[in-house]
């Protein structure tokens, strides 16, 4: 594999270099020791070590850490696939791939992977790089083109038809806009359609690791992040031909700027309750991985923020040599984008702080002094997850599943895939699964995280189903996996 994951860039080298023709963006975050609020302490009491329960039932496969999980290979999907959904109408799996299209398998595994639309079908010319079924079975993906010096984002909706195929239209595009033409361009990707199909909520990742000025060779002087770039876009599902403008005014007086200071949330959905979540991966740099409640209106910080966390580059004494969080491994470093930065932009005003980690796992960090700690057994919570896990594949659980996996009116049970760190020297290198039981505390969540499985080659993303998870690889020698949770 290259230097670069899926949409999401990578920070190191040959392993991560991504798929079809564009640079991609990755991430991470790093500990939040000085400044998380009080946590709940009757959600803390749960947060506790767990015995070793460690089994491999398929040889090749990964590791499970629970008991009464069964484990089954549906698929094998090969390398570079990016996205998985689920079909409401006809029950099967769909996985996405840049270069070779959309390709269909029987959720029993009764047929091997099949090519149901290709490329040229579901991207028309561009790099594809998210997509979701609607509540009507309807498919939505995102793709992004390159117009060098600057790309262009589009979103096509397939319609199905009595034949079993789909009847594309682009929904919406945007106009170019300035790239960085570095690794940090992160595009246009995650998507997740609201349950009553009303409405698309799209993420427009940054154009930049975090903040700094990427002008393009020159193309581009003096610029930062610009409008149609980290934020949360929200567009009716009956759109058709919609043109977004690089225009913040404009793009507010249309209504279809949702949330602002997202620096790449790769994944998004909505929990049984309806409250909208995304995580959202960090910056070249020792601060943590978040898992965001999305809200209208609310502004999550970046590049101002990351997790609970100041950008210390914002600040006009700012000394890159002295910074314990950067490490010669990632990429802006060896650039010198960390630098004094006398002409970063102001803070526009209050940020929405990201869900907390009561631990006890994914929950490694880093402190000011540079050493490694665990912030969950220290008892004040990370926000969100150990830097450079990069989460992905978010989905929500309900009845199906056993008891002390099922939300409840207070609970709400999620799962996260980690792709794993593409750098640094955190012990914490995720390529696992993660459940979180998400609480409500105050005007946020806290979150119960504990590793499911581990040995994932290069999770991407999921489907859950009752009390089955699903999840697609993107490594080489991927497989499309089925886990059972008795």
């Known amino acids: 594999m290259s ?16 798929f079809a023709c564009t640079s991609l963006a990755v991430i991470l975050l790093a500990a939040c020791q000085n400044s998380a609020a009080p946590a709940n302490t009757a959600l803390l009491a749960t947060a506790v070590a767990r015995p070793n329960l460690e089994q491999r039932p398929v040889a090749g496969g990964p590791l499970l850490l629970r008991e009464q999980v069964k484990l089954r290979k549906v698929a094998d999907v090969g390398s570079g696939n990016i996205k998985l959904a689920r ?58 083109k390159p117009i060098k010096p600057q790309t262009q984002a589009q979103v096509r909706k397939g319609v199905p038809t009595a034949e079993g195929t789909f009847a594309w239209h682009t929904l919406l595009t945007t106009e170019p806009y300035p790239a ?14 609201s349950p009553d199909n009303t409405w698309m909520y799209v993420n427009a ?13 020159g193309d581009f002087p003096n610029t930062r992040e610009i409008a ?17 403008p690089n ?25 049984p309750n309806g409250d909208l979540f995304a995580v959202d991966n960090g910056p070249d740099a020792d601060y943590a991985d978040e898992l965001n409640w999305i809200r209208q209106g609310q502004h999550y910080g970046f590049p101002w923020k990351f997790g609970d966390q100041d950008n210390p580059q914002q600040f006009i004494n700012y000394d890159s040599s002295a910074d314990k969080r950067l490490n010669q491994d990632f990429q802006a470093v060896k650039n010198g984008s960390y630098a004094n930065d006398p002409s970063f932009p102001t803070a526009p005003g209050t940020f929405t702080n990201p869900v907390l980690n009561l631990g006890p796992d994914a929950a490694i960090a880093r402190a000011d002094d540079g050493s490694e700690f665990d912030a969950a057994a220290t008892g004040v919570p990370l926000a969100t997850f150990t830097p450079h896990r990069s989460p992905l594949g978010l989905v929500f659980g309900g009845e199906g599943l056993p008891a002390d996996l099922r939300g409840d ?22 390529q696992d ?21 581990s040995d994932l080659k290069y999770p991407i993303d999921a489907v859950l189903e009752n009390n089955k998870l699903y999840v697609l690889e993107y490594g080489e020698g991927g497989a499309l996996w089925e886990l059972t949770f008795d």
Request: proline share 3%; net charge negative; aromatic share 8%.
């Open 3 to 18: 230097n670069v994951r899926p949409q999401f860039q990578s920070r190191t080298g040959a392993r991560r270099r991504a």
């Open 87 to 144: 079909s409401p109408l006809d029950g099967d799996l769909y996985y996405l791939t840049t270069g070779a299209g959309l390709f269909r398998v029987a959720i029993d595994g009764s047929t091997k992977p099949t090519l149901a639309a290709s490329a040229a079908e579901i991207a028309a010319g561009a790099n594809a790089a998210g997509m979701a079924f609607g509540p009507d079975g309807a498919l939505y993906v995102v793709s992004n």
């Open 180 to 193: 960085s033409n570095t690794q940090f361009d992160h595009l246009w990707n995650g998507i997740v359609i």
């Open 205 to 217: 990742g940054s154009r930049t690791d975090h903040g700094e000025v990427q002008h393009s060779n």
């Open 228 to 244: 149609l770039t980290t934020k949360i876009f929200r567009v009716p599902t009956d759109a058709a031909e919609l043109v977004l």
């Open 247 to 271: 225009d913040e005014a404009k793009l507010d007086a249309g209504g279809y700027i949702f949330a602002r200071g997202t620096r790449n949330a790769y994944d998004l959905a909505f929990a």
């Open 409 to 430: 009116g207070e609970t709400q049970s999620a799962f996260v895939l980690s792709w794993g760190a593409a750098g640094g020297t955190l012990s914490d290198k995720g």
């Open 433 to 453: 699964l993660v459940h979180m039981a998400l609480r409500k505390q105050g005007d946020n969540y806290e979150s119960v995280t504990t590793q499911i499985a």
